[in-house]
């Protein structure tokens, strides 16, 4: 089954300027876990998570207000294409350890793909478990070290 038929086709993003403020609203208003950063031409140029909020920001004491979300978001970037097979996507995600990833085409986003839209198709449902496994188990041992 490709991307396209799985992915959030509806994106909230943000643009790096914003405050991560704005960004911590927005992850909150929409019930979300990672913003694409789009410049002004629609291009991806990152993505900020509610974790990257907490430790690029609030953790080393800045204030989110005037913290503009290029200086805290995530530039290296894994993404997906709408025409990838979901197995790909699993392997993915499992590889880089992240539950979400942009979808894009053309440099632009046209979707997010989360480990629970794979896990709602029940055709990866297996198969998104085991990856979230994975991430979890990897996460565990990070922060044991």
Known sequence: ?????????????????????????????????????????????????????????????????????EDIMTRELETLSPQEEGEAALARMAGCQVRRLPVVEEGKVVGVLSLADLARSRRYEAEAAQALCQISESLVRRRRR
Do not use: F, W, Y
């Open 1 to 69: 089954m490709q991307i396209r038929e799985l992915m959030s086709k509806s994106v909230v993003s943000i643009t790096p300027e914003e405050s991560a403020a704005l960004a911590a609203r927005l992850l909150t208003r929409h019930n979300l876990g990672m913003l694409p950063v789009c410049g002004q031409d629609g291009r991806l140029v990152g993505v900020v998570t509610d974790r990257d909020i907490v430790t690029r920001c609030l953790a080393a004491g800045q204030d989110p207000s005037r913290v503009p979300v």
